[in-house]
């Protein structure tokens, strides 16, 4: 049951439903209720519960907590490290390479930079979905800025060898590394410090929605999107929420802490998923096999991604279409650019998987794909 819904949920990729300790978090740090910036006795308890939260999530990433600065989500996040880091080098050069596999929010925000006359160049990518890391290093100019390259794509759940493009960037000391590990924080272990600037958020892992962390190490400076004072720090003003820092902190805790035994239940899950949905005929598995387990790409022969939403939907399932965020109705980008098929992206469609999904989840939505599949096959 979620939210008073009768439905088996397959997108926790696009959100996770909060854990119980993690509003607990949220309910307690909230009652600390002072601005953190003011310079009063009530502001300091509040800006030392902030550091707190900050420090802790710093340590458990393995990076300083200067480097942390907190944003409304992800795609703030992304933002600010995708314009931030290209305005502040504006003068130094107007190159960017990055890959089809990005989220919109680093795509669009590309897009944008592309109107403003920045060039952009697109990597290629390997049939098993990571980049084609020879390609790269043709792009790669003296006036390239920036490689944004996410950790794990959204829709195919492809690993990118974020450590090897950082070691093939220090050849161009001007060119800036930004990570999307909004896919890869709790589903693998990455070490975000190979990176200039990295972007997660909490609800990605039970945690809350409208809070999102942007790692930026130290040295490196950005021109903030928003202007106008300073908070924790001068690159995103506004009231730090206090009680999001903390709910923030503790989810990221529980993720570390419970991380192998979800990490082996999802594994376990994905293969008996793979192995069923392989005897169906009409569908195809996208994902590549060291995609993360908690995602599941699928193509289903005759019927687009929208329409097996709208049908395990009619059967109480959720599933999604491309990431949430996404243009609908166009084929999935990533999933072209692994196959070169548009009719296999048009067609593609998302399950993913948490430590949360039952072996009854498993075994339904089987029964409704064998279901959905026979039927179109007969008509
Ligand atoms: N980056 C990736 C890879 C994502 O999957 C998402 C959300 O789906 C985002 C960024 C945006 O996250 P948020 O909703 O916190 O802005």
Not at 68 to 89: H, P, Q, R, W, Y
Not at 209 to 220: A, Q, V
């Amino acid at each position: 049951m979620y939210g008073g819904l009768n439905m088996i949920y397959f997108d926790y990729t696009a959100d996770t439903p909060p854990d119980q300790r993690v509003l607990e978090e949220y309910i307690r740090a909230a009652q600390i209720f002072a601005n953190p910036n003011s310079k009063h006795s009530a502001g300091a308890e509040a800006a030392n519960e902030i550091s707190r939260s900050i420090s802790l999530m710093a340590k458990l990433l393995d990076v300083r907590p200067g480097e942390m600065i907190l944003t409304s989500g992800a795609s703030e996040a992304n933002n600010l490290a995708v314009k931030g880091l290209t305005f502040t080098d504006r003068r130094r050069g107007k190159h960017i390479v990055s890959t089809f596999l990005e989220h919109s929010s680093v795509s669009g925000a590309l897009t944008f930079l592309q109107e403003q006359g920045w060039e952009i160049d697109i990597v290629n990518v390997e049939p098993d979905g990571t980049i084609d890391l020879e390609h790269l290093r043709s792009l790669l100019r003296e006036d390239t800025v920036l490689c944004a390259v996410c950790a794990v794509d959204s829709e195919l759940g492809t690993v990118q060898p974020i450590g090897q493009i950082a070691e093939i960037l220090k050849d161009y000391p001007d060119c800036r590394f930004h990570v999307d590990a909004t896919q890869a924080v709790g589903k693998t272990k990455i070490d975000i410090s190979c990176a200039d600037t990295a972007s997660f958020a909490p609800h990605k892992f039970y945690g809350l929605k409208g809070s999102g962390i942007l790692y930026k190490r130290e040295e490196i400076v950005l021109e903030p999107l928003i202007h106008g004072g300073a908070s924790t720090t001068i690159y995103r003003s506004g009231t730090p929420d206090t009680a999001s820092a903390a709910a923030a902190a503790k989810a990221l805790e529980i993720a570390e802490c419970e991380f192998e035994e979800r990490l082996a239940y999802v594994t376990n899950i994905n293969r008996i998923l793979r192995d069923e949905i392989q005897k169906i005929p009409g569908l195809v598995i996208n994902s590549p096999a060291h995609a993360v387990p908690h995602i599941l790409n699928v193509s289903s022969t005759g019927i687009k991604g929208s329409q097996m939403q709208a049908l395990l939907n009619e059967k109480g399932i959720c599933i999604s279409v491309k990431s949430a965020c996404s243009v609908p109705n166009t084929p999935s980008r990533p999933v072209m650019a692994i196959t070169h098929d548009r009719r296999r992206a048009l067609s593609s469609w998302r399950i993913s998987l948490s430590h949360l999904t039952t072996e009854q989840d498993i075994e339904a939505l089987i029964k409704a794909l064998q279901e959905i599949t026979e039927h179109e096959v007969e008509k």
